[in-house]
């Protein structure tokens, strides 16, 4: 079989979306900066390295006005992110940002920010430094764990997501068995099976019709309205500011939504294109709302709807 042109020619944002299915947890990497200033940025490349020595590894992209002091740090710290850490994070993505003004730090005996309330803590000394392409690979021995009870945050999709168990085989046969365990009793637990399941099979659908899950996102949010906030749209669609604004872009390019700024804010409006490409999807979602609620009445659907929307009233604080 020949080399298949499709997989040989593809666009910058064409790779960006095919590692952007490779989901990963969220730090912030932080160091003392050249100028005497801490340097923090929000990195999602960190990746274990070696177990003996324990070595730790993440790219700096060559762009960053903070990127000549962590290649000279000589130590630095990575900080693995909690679901609850989503401000934090877009506060650390922005470039130039006074980062560290929004947030409790001190500062360790090495020169290093070191940040309250994450996950994980590893503090590191610089083992070595790669030439990346247009990153720098930096390689840390991990010198110090701190470990907290709290639960990891994922980035996949270009969004925010928090990680839940898969359904396997070995957990509906303990189900069949009648072993209760006590994630049954958990409205959340089967708040988050379902909203797999269930996305699983919308977001087939999104992708048949040949739109990314998070474009989707955007322009179902936009429908029927006259316009969105892009802090609005972060809060509904889980998209990072980034991913938000280069999605918002490219739809723009295609004609499915309209940007503007008013006051200083951003705010994204629909167009009729846009809203035919998603109003198949909606009929589509239904559809298979109303399989997944085979036995619910009309009546059942409401209740549940009401109950969730409460649900993410009483905790809209959380996380953002
Ligand atoms: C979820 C997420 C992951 C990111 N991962 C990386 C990364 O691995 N490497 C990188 O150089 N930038 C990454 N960025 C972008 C940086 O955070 C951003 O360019 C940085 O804050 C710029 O810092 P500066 O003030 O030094 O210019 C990421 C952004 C987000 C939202």
Known sequence: MGPDPKVQDFSQR??????????????????????????????????SVSMDPPLVLWSVTKAALSAQSF??????????????????????????????????HEIDPFGVPVLADCATRFDCSQWAVYEGGDHWIIVGKVEGIERNRKEGLVFGG?????????????????DHDGLDSPA?????????????????????????????????RILASLHGEASRSYSELMARTFLDPQSLGDILRSLEADGLCRLSEQDGASFASGTAQGASRVEKLFALSHAIERKALSDAGDEDREVLIEGLKQIVSNTETIGS
Not at 186 to 194: D, G, N
């Open 184 to 216: 049954d009793s958990l409205l959340f637990y089967h708040l988050s099976r379902a909203y797999h399941q269930m996305g699983h099979r919308i977001h087939e659908a999104v992708r048949d019709s040949g739109l990314t899950v998070g474009e989707w």
């Open 14 to 47: 064409d790779f960006r979306e095919a590692l952007s299915t490779f989901a990963t947890g969220v730090t912030i990497v932080t160091a003392p900066g050249l100028n005497g200033d801490p340097v923090g940025m929000t990195v999602s490349s960190f990746n």
């Open 71 to 104: 290649k000279a740090a000589k130590r630095f710290a990575v900080h693995v992110l909690s679901v609850e850490q989503t401000t934090l994070s877009n506060a650390f993505s922005k470039s130039g940002m006074d980062k560290f003004s929004v947030c409790d």
């Open 158 to 174: 270009g969004a925010y997501a928090v990680a839940a168990p898969l359904t396997t085989p070995a957990g509906r046969a303990a």
